[in-house]
């Protein structure tokens, strides 16, 4: 609401609202370590929204879904189908828990922004999307050096097959930079400008 108040001054002209009005203080334990803020409020609200969701979807499956089940089914799905089989392959069993947890995260705190009384999302501070691509950078290097080891990995990134030899000088520090930082760091920005 008070941003609403904020769009008009004392003479009528339009003032945008301030930072301060998006993201307020510390509501509750402000100035300790365990202090809770709007955006901390979002995450919690959403994801007990998310749990809520499962739960109630799958408590008692039936075989032929029904409800909220068909839906939770659905959505399980089109992650499964549309986007770990699509991009993994037969690769994608190992993987469906986190990407679908991943996805309905991202899906439940964007959601947060277009809802009344909220209008904020979760992932609208850099520390979430950088948790979360942090974690599947991790994920993406540990998979890679177990699958080539350590040397295969770094040698299979840094010096792409089809590239004249002379050129590796210049490639290889440029893809060392992409692996080891850009990537972790596009993958935030990107997850966090969604949904500003």
């Known amino acids: 609401m008070s941003v609403l108040v904020a769009a008009t001054s004392e003479d009528g002209q339009y003032k945008p609202p301030t930072i301060g009005e998006f993201?307020?203080?510390?509501?509750?334990f402000a100035n300790t370590p365990f202090a809770v803020t709007r955006i901390n409020l979002i995450m919690m609200l959403m994801t007990g929204?998310?749990?809520?969701?499962?739960?109630?979807?799958?408590?008692?499956?039936?075989?032929?879904?029904?409800?909220?089940?068909?839906?939770?089914?659905?959505?399980?799905?089109?992650?499964?189908?549309?986007?770990?089989?699509?991009?993994?392959?037969?690769?994608?069993?190992?993987?469906?828990?986190?990407?679908?947890?991943?996805?309905?995260m991202l899906l439940f705190f964007n959601i947060a922004a277009i809802l009344p009384?909220?209008?904020?999302?979760?992932?609208?501070?850099?520390?979430?999307?950088?948790?979360?691509?942090?974690?599947?950078?991790?994920?993406?290097n540990y998979v890679g050096f177990k699958k080539h080891g350590i040397g295969g990995y770094f040698k299979m990134n840094l010096f792409p097959p089809g590239v004249p030899k002379p050129i590796y000088v210049i490639v290889a520090p440029i893809e060392f930079a992409t692996v080891a930082i850009l990537r972790p760091v596009t993958l935030t920005i990107r997850l966090m400008a969604n949904m500003m």
Request: net charge positive.
């Open 117 to 140: 009384l909220i209008h904020l999302s979760a992932t609208s501070v850099i520390g979430v999307p950088l948790l979360m691509s942090l974690i599947t950078w991790v994920i993406y």
């Open 49 to 104: 929204l998310l749990c809520l969701f499962f739960v109630i979807a799958f408590r008692k499956p039936q075989i032929v879904p029904r409800g909220i089940q068909n839906l939770g089914e659905m959505l399980v799905d089109f992650v499964r189908v549309q986007i770990a089989e699509e991009i993994l392959g037969h690769h994608a069993k190992r993987f469906l828990s986190y990407l679908t947890s991943l996805f309905f």
């Open 23 to 28: 993201f307020p203080g510390e509501l509750f």
